[in-house]
């Protein structure tokens, strides 16, 4: 499979997730936590802030540090500002059902790639010795589809194999459950409880320049950084 099919086909999965996000997730949310500390409409207000006056401290008090000591990972970072600021924050409006690729399969009760929600994406970069991390905060207002819609940053990040996409979309963490994405180990993604309705998911991630991340932010030092992220917003 070619990047440009690999492209193609994780973003026909990940709309068509929309639809199926109910089914997906039905497995994974045992243990509920309650109404968390961030809603949607916060998250978005704050993003497009963020898109037009962009900063180098990452919002809601997310300390990169912090979580990193507590998961015994050197905790010396710093804002990545090579791109003229650390943190950034998009804004989407969503969009109507679409057709399909032409020659791509489908199935028969799915005539159209299914509508996407609103959404709303803040992303904070780091440094740390020779690796860059990235904090990402991803939110819809519809109930369980976030990571679903998050899937080709997800497969981007982790370097993950369209299976082994599939099968953290068969097995996503539900409110207060943090995972290590499958793939080289070099992704992390926490969903958190919204306060009131909606999704939101926390990914922390590793990206060194190159094939070959590095080792020291990554595997499961990675996922308990991520999960003292996800602490830090409840």
């Given at each position: ?65 912090k979580a990193l ?106 409110p207060g459950q ?57």
């Amino acid at each position: 499979m070619t990047a440009a099919q690999r492209r193609t086909f994780t973003a026909v999965f990940a709309s068509a997730g929309v639809l199926l996000g109910t089914a997906a997730c039905s497995s994974s949310p045992a243990g509920v936590a309650g109404p968390g500390a961030l809603s949607y409409d916060t998250v978005r207000a704050t993003a497009q802030k963020l898109h037009q006056d962009r900063q180098n401290t990452c919002p809601f008090g997310l300390d990169l540090g912090k979580a990193l000591k507590a998961a015994g990972l050197p905790d010396a970072v710093g804002p990545d500002t090579g791109n003229g600021s650390a943190v950034d924050g998009e804004v989407g409006d969503g969009r109507p059902p679409q057709p399909w690729p032409t020659g791509a399969t489908h199935p028969p009760e799915m005539p159209s790639i299914p509508a996407t929600p609103p959404n709303a994406d803040i992303t904070c970069a780091y440094r740390a010795g020779g690796s860059s991390l990235a904090v990402e905060l991803f939110a819809v207002p519809k109930t369980g589809v976030a990571v679903n819609l998050l899937l080709p940053r997800i497969q981007s990040q982790a370097r993950a194999s369209v299976s082994q996409l599939r099968q953290l979309a068969d097995h996503q963490p539900g409110p207060g459950q943090t995972v290590l994405v499958p793939g080289a180990d070099t992704a992390a993604l926490a969903r958190l409880a919204p306060k009131g309705e909606g999704d939101i998911v926390l990914m922390l991630s590793e990206d060194s320049a190159g094939d070959t991340p590095d080792r020291t932010y990554t595997g499961e030092g990675l996922r308990k950084a991520a999960e003292a992220l996800a602490g830090q917003l409840r």
